[in-house]
């Protein structure tokens, strides 16, 4: 293995090949040590859950590769209705509600072309799943997760573009994952159920770097809540990019509250968190 | 009472000015030999995880922990050291490169990494073991090169980032201080290579700029377009750093101090280097002064002279400074001992792994690239151009058999007007080339150290000056590559004065591009061993 490609192994890793290098490294980092702690406790296959009263219900975790690179999973978890269910892939992290239905569907985008995905749910289980998704290996991304307050929101100002503009993918103008496979631009994910105490929530920002028909630098910043109750807030959240020549491995980012009222700077970016995706199209 | 016998085991005496910290008396520690053989008192200046500094009435001593017991409140608790490092200096430096690569050096050793940022000027970063224990903080400020120097010499930096080369009085401040001489080849490395470049829209019709004009375009001296290769007719619209800015004082250093000019007011101004990259890519009338590793969408200018000789701010050309207005990225470090990590990562940054992140952040790195005479189309025409004069056919002729089955290197070595001394950089490269030397990356080669002069003056002059300065570069690299084994490669130093000049003789920065000692290898079949073999 070459030096400083140890970002794909850890990927690899925590995407729980090794539950128990898992385990230890995750357990080092503390907000990603749960999902991976769990993975390595004795198995739990999905299997017949009895609740405390009640018929008894089926777990199952589907995966199926879509557009752009992504993968549909769809959680069935009848008798966890109501209860928070944490997807993982990689070093990536949300959390979802489950709903009323029992059943929680999310699209992740692939960081591997062998991706795999787990759910850890309320009741201490977690569910393994895979998906071949060729395309994978010609994306680059970027992520922030948070897991408490407003944490920090992706932007992606492609080709020179301008806030607000066309070219500037965020949560408010996401595009989608169809929308990769052109190789014109990226997309942007937002995962997680908003309002979770304790649940993860990340945004992912996509780019089709291998099958690129377009040269150029796409810019990358990460917005500081603006406004609301988050203003009187540290900030923390975890920063990962995924690339060529990068290491692939999560930052813990923490910055002091962005200020409310007049020494306030709403909607701040913080640009220099993530390298410049440099872009060489046909 | 302070008592000091023999005991050079635990003594690493390292005499120097004491510094200054805070309320002496809770530092007061006493260090004893384990085998009872010395004890010492004094104020306790620092712990790096093996070694105590402590002011004693000998002076400064720096003690090895493995051989004392420490009492005294100050002591460190050895088991829970967190080494603290304190990196200032240089933003061009500090925002993206520095960040990049500690964040791969941790990668690389399952570290986990956290980044707090204090606000627009700093953050720390604190690395974490796998059991979870605190291994270390490196603290950042981001401020300028010259302030970056200034803690370093006032001790309030462990590592000092700089975009340009310490000045002479810099180094002098650092010695009187003792911190060292900071440019010594032991505590100051070049770490990455980026580059100012005058940028335009991507659209722009000006295909090169000469130094010259474009100094007086930033000073609204030449307002349009029709003077700068340009639309005629439409105005030049000038965008800038900050003024406060270390890059924006540099770039005006470096380009309109010498033509005693300032920018022009009319400048619009921005936060950063990417942010005037990005306002120049969005106007086709644009033009600015921005840092090649920032340029994003815009597109860089050519330099080119009086004699229409270009030289573009391409890979290559940054990486062996052919391209005049470099910045190379210099950590300077003073002359005590960093803690471990510390002096770990200055050792990661040599590695492939790190030259990998380097380029990934949109610098040049300092791996070392070949480039076969028959890539080098662009420079032979110049050389035939600006033959006749005092440069004959023959002399070209015998400079392309010299060279014939070679490959130039990318490092070069460069001197100061009239000096025969290697610049900072250039004795970068003959660090990094001499280790590629003990390693055997040449065996079985020869390196030629090829001299060239500008044009100034006698060509026979300037045969003689380029043939010194072949000889100086080559000395350089035989010192410290050590004893030569029996397959090492032959080291042979060549001149040919004004013969193949890359910039035109008629600026200084002309004449300094073409001041250089290039380096080409050639495999020597193991038959023939002879200087003359082809």
Redesign the interface.
Known sequence: M???S??PL?GVLLAGVLPAAVA??A????GLGRAAAALAAPAAAPAAVRPAAGPPCALALGAEAGPGATVRLRLEAPCLAGQPATIRHGALAATYLVPASGIAEAVFPAFATDAAYTAELADGRTLLTRAAVPGAAGYEHVASMWSRGAGLSVHAFE??A?PGSEGHVRAEAPRSPAASDGGLGGYLLALGTPGLAGGWRAEVYSFPAAAARRS??V?IGFGLPAGGEACAAPVEAVTLQL??????????????APGCGAAARPGGM????A??L?IAGD | MRRLRTCAAVLAALFSAPLAAGSAAAQEVTLSARDGGLTLEGRLLGFDGEFYRIDTVYGELTVDAAGVLCQGAACPDLGSFVAEVTISGAAAMGEVLMPALIEAFAAQRGLGVTRAIRDALGFTYTLTEAGGRTLARIDFRLTTTEEGIADLVAAEADLAMASREASPAEVALGREAGIGTLSAPSQSRVVAFDAYVAAVAPDNPAAVITPEALARALSGELRDWGDLGGAAGEPVRLHAMAADLGVQREIEALLLAPAGLSLSPAAIRHADAAAVADAVAADPLALGVTLASALGGARALPLTGGCGFLLRPDEAAVRSEDYPLVAPMFLYAPARRLPAVARDFLSFLATPAAQRVIRRAGFTDLGTRRLPLSAQGERLANAILAAGGETALEDLQGMVRALAGAERLSHTFRFRPGAAGLDASSRGSAIRLSEAIEAGVYDGHEILFVGFSDGEGSAAANLRISRIRAETAMAAVRALAGAAGDDRPALRALAFGEALPMACDDSDWGRSVNRRVEVWVRPVPRTSRSPAAP
């Open positions: 070459r030096p400083g140890l970002g850890l230890a490294w357990e080092a980092h503390d080709f020179g301008p150029g630098t810019r690339g060529e020549g990068l290491p692939g491995a999560p930052v813990r980012v923490s910055l002091p913080l640009k220099n968190l390298r410049d440099k």
